[in-house]
């Protein structure tokens, strides 16, 4: 089931790059990259403590609040605002296909998809 969820993100990331596409916005091609990996800056949560880190993350790769963002942004005529909720659904929708899902509290590696990593059992 978990091989599943994670092959069905593929959906929703190939949607946010064709309307990223569609957007009239004006940024240059070597910015697409920095951009998508904006989300990442959430897990400096974790240089608090793993409650804090997971929560941070939790935001910023939870796609119903990705939609909303874009879906805000296209109902007021923002395409910035749009392009904001377009990067995090593609960039958590990635996340998810690579296996990387919701952090639990425990730490980084314990996602709803499962442990990601090596496992408990084979650490050093």
Do not use: C
Request: proline share 4%; no cysteine; hydrophobic share 50%.
């Amino acid at each position: 089931m978990k091989k599943l969820i994670r092959a069905e993100a593929i959906v929703p990331f190939l949607i946010s790059l064709l309307l990223i596409t569609a957007l009239p916005v004006n940024i240059s091609w070597w910015m697409w990259f920095p951009i998508f990996l904006l989300p990442d800056l959430s897990m400096l949560g974790y240089l608090i403590n793993n409650k804090a880190g997971a929560i941070s993350y939790n935001i910023f790769h939870h796609q119903l609040l990705a939609v909303v963002i874009a879906g805000l942004g296209y109902i007021f005529h923002q395409p910035y605002i749009e392009l904001a909720g377009l990067v995090l659904l593609g960039h958590s929708s990635l996340d998810r296909l690579l296996g990387y899902g919701l952090k639990l509290e425990n730490g980084f590696n314990y996602t709803h998809l499962g442990h990601i990593g090596k496992s408990e059992n084979n650490q050093n």
